[in-house]
T-cell receptor
Framework: QKEVEQNSGPLSVPEGAIASLNCTYS??????FFWYRQYSGKSPELIMF????GDKEDGRFTAQLNKASQYVSLLIRDSQPSDSATYLC??????????FGTGTSLTVIP | DAGVIQSPRHEVTEMGQEVTLRCKPI?????LFWYRQTMMRGLELLIY????????DSGMPEDRFSAKMPNASFSTLKIQPSEPRDSAVYFC???????????FGPGTRLTVT
């Protein structure tokens, strides 16, 4: 089992819809979770981070953390074509080990 | 504010040659990270420094790779000798708070022929 698992996609949603991206992890003691967006040929860009159970909202983005089930989600409301990118989940494990998932490719169809 | 700066942006070299990648972190950040990204393996953390000191180099693939951070504003990743399987995009990232919110540079695309 990989440390951080993501569905590689591609995930396609129509413009204006909600895009839901998921990430599971295997270290129950993990405390810190991050979402990065990477456009093709560009570097990863930090868009959200969450440290505690529940939801964190920032504009059209919401990160949801469920520690009991060991997953973290990213919801993108009112999806725009400019949101088309690969979304990388990253988790800070206990023992200061940091892992990225392989990413989910999102395409927003106009 | 300037972000993380990396040079060169592209590097093409022949197998066996030495390659040096350079990074300037964001001013005020005390942690610096080197990553490698390939289609096959995704984004891998190679090494990270905290206050110029290497903390974890367990991701460095082999002895051909070495990294230094002589001061708070400069780091290098060296590959000697380079091999075709080293071809990848190498990213440098920095943060204010260790292995948390990291900000990436534009990357160096390395091609070893």
């Amino acid at each position: 089992q990989k440390e951080v698992e993501q569905n590689s996609g591609p995930l396609s949603v129509p413009e204006g819809a909600i895009a839901s991206l998921n990430c599971t992890y295997s270290d129950r003691g993990s405390q810190s979770f991050f979402w990065y967006r990477q456009y093709s040929g560009k570097s990863p860009e930090l868009i959200m981070f969450i440290y505690s159970n529940g939801d964190k909202e920032d504009g059209r983005f919401t990160a949801q953390l469920n520690k009991a089930s060991q997953y973290v989600s990213l919801l993108i409301r009112d999806s725009q074509p400019s949101d088309s990118a690969t979304y990388l989940c990253a988790v800070l494990y206990t023992g200061n080990q940091f892992y990225f998932g392989t990413g989910t490719s999102l395409t927003v169809i106009p | 504010d300037a972000g993380v700066i990396q040079s060169p942006r592209h590097e093409v070299t022949e197998m066996g040659q030495e390659v040096t990648l350079r990074c300037k972190p964001i001013s005020g950040h005390n942690s610096l990270f080197w990553y490698r990204q390939t289609m096959m393996r995704g984004l891998e953390l190679l090494i990270y420094f905290n206050n110029n000191v290497p903390i974890d180099d367990s991701g460095m693939p082999e002895d051909r790779f070495s990294a230094k951070m002589p001061n708070a504003s400069f780091s290098t990743l060296k590959i000697q000798p380079s091999e075709p399987r080293d071809s990848a995009v190498y990213f440098c990232a920095s943060s204010f708070s260790g292995l948390r919110e990291q900000y990436f540079g534009p990357g160096t695309r390395l091609t070893v022929t």
